[in-house]
């Protein structure tokens, strides 16, 4: 319980820029994978992108370029900055870790936050 929790969610206008954050336990923050997800009403949970142990980021194309994934060790935080945000950007952002091989199935995940609401507006 609580072993992940994100922060940083807001309304904002297309164009603009947001921060999350997700505070990671000690106890799995050595996870191999820590990936951020998002999901809207009515559809499935999809993942945005993520970092594996060497500090290696990955993400999914409708993000490339705009999202930027990066680790505080020194805090055991996740961030995720988002940049030029869409409407389509709008929806429920979450944090998951889990031990083996990296993907983007977020069943494969183990480990949640509760979520943090990003609102986009044009």
């Known amino acids: 319980q609580g072993q992940l929790m994100e922060s940083g969610g807001d309304s904002v206008q297309a164009g603009g820029s947001l921060t999350l954050s997700c505070v990671v336990s000690?106890?799995?923050?050595?996870?191999?994978?820590l990936t951020w997800f998002r999901q809207v009403p009515g559809r499935e949970r999809a993942a945005v992108g993520g970092t594996v142990t060497d500090d290696k980021t990955w993400y999914v194309d409708s993000v490339k370029g705009r999202f930027t994934i990066s680790k505080d060790n020194t805090k055991n935080t996740l961030y995720l900055q988002m940049n030029m945000l869409k409407p389509e950007d709008t929806a429920l952002y979450y944090c998951?870790?889990?031990?083996?091989?990296?993907?983007?199935?977020?069943?494969?995940?183990?480990?949640w936050g509760q979520g943090t609401q990003v609102t986009v507006s044009s």
């Open positions: 000690s106890v799995i923050y050595s996870s191999r994978c």
């Open positions: 998951a870790a889990k031990e083996d091989a990296c993907n983007a199935n977020p069943a494969r995940y183990k480990y």
